[in-house]
């Protein structure tokens, strides 16, 4: 029902706030420039994207990108098996967990929870999937059905499946949402893998299915590669996977560029993923990637000038970016680090550490162009030169504590605080003490 009304009515109401803006300019600036009232102009302006509905987008809608994912993939045979209409052994709640996916208890009846609680759910049998699949529970995973029937004909995925996980609330994978923390236990290469058919992607990669799906299975729980379809480099030089750590999608108000290597604006990235990588149906446009020496995948794909009828993204991109710019970065449980250490830590963030030259407080990454070279930083190009700006940028440090799993920098290359901080001390000759080091780490997991 909410999908029908935001597909059909969200172009409608952009345009009144476009016409309610208009108006305002004409009736609501005095001859001497002074805003006289802003009478219901708020108002207007809210509901041209509304933070509940690009709550409800980023949780629930898929932009039509089951026909990619089923009509193509058929990814929801593999899910179902072959007891349901689909291939194979089906994929059991139990195999889903352990994939990393997450399950929404809030979107659970009383009698599932308390089978789950009791240890009386089946948690091997593919039906139990299709039961939580059907009850809308799956994160980021989308149902379509005909009738009442409890097999998908088709499945989608949403924003959620690599930007939010649960809290446990009930049991490992199954709980209350926590929006735009990254789910660095999904193994997304590896749902994707199960697909029976991976054929845009031999397409795009010019690759057979058994070196595409070598190729998924490559990027491991909590990492995806957001640009493998564009410019086909699976790998880096020294063989490892050329998939990044899942970013953050909290506490992103403020800040100019997005993704480890500052692609764009949340919209831009927004509708990037959404048609290119979601494949919603959609529009997106960037003729920085119509390159081919850069972007050879791109040319044979064709999507940096992807135009899709209807449009099922760009009405939605409004209400999505307000509701990303709402999640405030999670703050760190009071126990979790050394409160004396971290007020000292902060003194060498900001002064011998010179950390806050490029990590600015409060938003911690700087304000303007917040973009370096590798060199910079002191690491290799490889994945700033997948970018168009062949950059890093700096990373905002709130809430790292929720993404302490994976490691830090775009690829997880330091596994602790402790080997970033020693990068920098060796890499800026900082020439930090033991104890300054150890100060510095406590303020980091205090940020
Ligand atoms: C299959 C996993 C996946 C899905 C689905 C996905 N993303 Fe992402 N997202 C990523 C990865 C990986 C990156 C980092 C890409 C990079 O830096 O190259 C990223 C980056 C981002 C960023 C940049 C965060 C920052 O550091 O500034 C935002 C914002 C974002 N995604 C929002 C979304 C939204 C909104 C959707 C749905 C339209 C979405 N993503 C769908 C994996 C995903
Ligand atoms: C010249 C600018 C610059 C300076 C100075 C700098 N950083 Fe960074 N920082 C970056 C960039 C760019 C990245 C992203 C690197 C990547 O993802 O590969 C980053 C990433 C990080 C990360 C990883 C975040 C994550 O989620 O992966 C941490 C932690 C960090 N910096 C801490 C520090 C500390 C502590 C200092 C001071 C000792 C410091 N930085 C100094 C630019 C800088």
């Known amino acids: 029902m909410y999908r029908r009304f935001v597909v059909v009515v969200a172009p409608l109401v952009m345009l009144s706030a476009v016409y309610a803006c208009t108006r305002m300019g004409a009736a609501g600036v005095s001859q001497d420039g002074t805003v006289r009232s802003q009478g219901n102009s708020a108002g207007e ?8 509905e690009g709550k409800a987008i980023f949780r629930d809608d898929t932009f039509g990108d089951e026909y990619f994912w089923s009509d193509t993939l058929e990814l929801h045979r593999a899910i179902a098996g072959d007891k349901h209409g689909g291939v194979g052994p089906g994929l059991t709640p139990r195999q889903a967990l352990a994939a990393g996916l997450k399950v929404d208890m809030e979107r659970l009846d009383r009698a599932t929870i308390e089978a789950i609680r009791g240890g009386k759910a089946n948690l091997d049998d593919p039906a139990t999937t299709l039961a939580l ?126 993704t480890y290597t500052g692609w764009g604006s949340v919209p831009h990235w927004n509708a990037y993923v959404a048609v290119t990588q979601m494949h919603g149906k959609g529009t997106f446009f960037d003729p920085r990637m119509n390159n081919p020496a850069k ?57 011998q550490a010179k950390c806050a030259r490029c990590h600015v407080p409060p938003l911690f990454t700087e304000p303007g162009y917040p973009m370096h070279t590798a060199e910079e930083i002191g690491i290799d190009d490889f994945q700033a030169k997948r970018s168009p700006d062949e950059r ?21 290359r330091f596994a602790t605080l402790e080997d970033v901080v020693a990068h920098y001390d060796a890499h800026f000759k900082l020439g930090l003490t033991p104890a300054q080091k150890h100060d510095l780490v406590e303020y980091l997991k205090s940020l």
């Open 392 to 412: 890093y940028r700096t990373t905002p440090l709130k809430g790292l504590f929720v993404r302490m799993k994976g490691g830090f920098y775009h690829d997880g």
């Open 295 to 351: 972007y050879p995948a791109a040319q044979r794909t064709h999507s940096y000038d992807v135009r899709n009828s209807p449009d099922m993204v760009t009405p939605k991109l409004a209400s999505l970016q307000q509701y990303q710019l709402s999640i405030v970065a999670p703050t760190p449980p009071s126990n979790s680090y050394d409160h004396a250490a971290a007020s000292r830590g902060k003194t060498v963030f900001e002064s």
């Open 133 to 258: 699949l059907k009850a809308g529970a799956v994160v980021g995973v989308k149902g379509f059905y005909n009738g009442a029937g409890m097999d998908p004909t088709r499945v989608g995925i949403t924003c959620a499946i690599c930007h939010s996980t649960v809290n446990d609330g009930l049991t490992k994978g199954i709980g209350s949402r926590l929006d735009g923390w990254p789910n660095r236990d999904l193994n997304i290469g590896a749902v994707i893998a199960m697909a029976p058919k991976l054929t845009p992607y031999e397409t795009a990669l010019q690759l057979d299915a058994e070196a595409i799906r070598k190729v998924l299975k490559s990027w491991g729980p909590g990492r995806y590669d957001a640009e493998v379809n564009n410019d086909g480099k699976a790998f880096r030089p020294d063989g490892k996977t050329g998939a990044t750590l899942l970013p953050a999608a909290f506490g992103l108000a403020g800040i100019n560029l997005h």
């Open 45 to 52: 302006i809210a509901r041209a994207g509304t933070v509940d």
